[in-house]
């Protein structure tokens, strides 16, 4: 188990602004610096991670480290790979807290915006580490929850990999498998030679998050069933 408790959040500025949409009118650049500094205060961003093997494979299910996942997609994605990088990610609760307990909403939401920033910049640090430590190339990931084929039930037994998380990096799992804080992220890296989206496979229309265009015929290739 390697846990990275200190990941270094540097945002760009530029791009604060444009995921707030805001324009570059004088004084606006101020305001969103104050706001930056604020959030990153608040941001303690921390990764676990652990470097994991493959062992047995079924028609549906893969075994990582000892434990069995429920997916098709998962198991095709790591037929020919024998090691795989199992991570859970979060930028802490302080961010949240502040974010919940104000007032205007339109803070509210440029804060929750900036804390998606760090979260994605975190998982971004944590791959491109990973690169560099273990001499790999390119790598996917995929999370439980983020297919109907590996439904969020299966964040329970990808907790296990990692033992006691909270101790680890301070996540816990609710009844209902979502995570606290909220701002975190869990998912396997593996290495790939062509790049591999969920939202190739996801069907769902108007998605603001969507990384890659839905493809059915790639749906048909990994054997899945019409949604
Ligand atoms: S399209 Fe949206 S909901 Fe579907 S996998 Fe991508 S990000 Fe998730």
């Known amino acids: 188990m390697r846990v990275l408790d200190n990941i270094p959040i540097q945002l760009d500025l530029e791009e604060v602004k444009g995921q707030l949409r805001l324009n570059t009118k004088a004084g606006s650049s101020s305001d969103v610096r104050e706001l930056v500094g604020i959030a990153e205060s608040l941001i303690q961003a921390k990764a676990v991670y652990e470097v994991s093997y493959i062992g047995q494979r079924g028609e549906d299910t893969v075994e990582v480290n000892g434990v069995t996942f429920t997916s098709r997609v998962l198991r095709v994605n790591l037929d020919k790979v024998g090691r795989v990088f199992p991570f859970i990610i979060t930028i802490g609760k302080a961010l949240e807290h502040e974010a919940s307990s104000c007032n205007d909403?339109?803070?509210?939401?440029?804060?929750?915006?900036?804390?998606?920033?760090?979260?994605?910049f975190s998982r971004q640090y944590l791959e491109e580490y990973l690169k560099r430590h273990f001499g790999l190339g390119q790598l996917s990931r995929m999370s439980p929850g983020s297919l109907k084929d590996w439904p969020v039930t299966e964040q329970s037994?990808?907790?296990?990999?990692?033992?006691?998380?909270?101790?680890?990096?301070?996540?816990?799992?609710?009844?209902?498998?979502?995570?606290?804080?909220?701002?975190?992220?869990?998912?396997?890296?593996?290495?790939?030679?062509?790049?591999?989206?969920?939202?190739?496979?996801?069907?769902?229309?108007?998605?603001?998050?969507?990384?890659?265009?839905?493809?059915?015929?790639?749906?048909?290739?990994?054997?899945?069933?019409?949604?």
Do not use: H, W
Request: positive net charge; proline residues 7%; glycine residues 6%.
């Open 105 to 120: 909403l339109l803070r509210q939401f440029y804060l929750e915006t900036i804390g998606d920033m760090a979260l994605r």
């Open 157 to 227: 037994p990808f907790f296990s990999l990692f033992g006691n998380v909270e101790e680890l990096i301070g996540v816990t799992l609710t009844e209902s498998m979502l995570m606290i804080p909220r701002k975190s992220i869990s998912g396997i890296f593996f290495p790939t030679e062509v790049m591999f989206f969920s939202c190739q496979l996801c069907p769902r229309k108007g998605c603001p998050a969507r990384k890659a265009p839905y493809d059915e015929t790639l749906r048909k290739k990994y054997g899945l069933n019409d949604e």
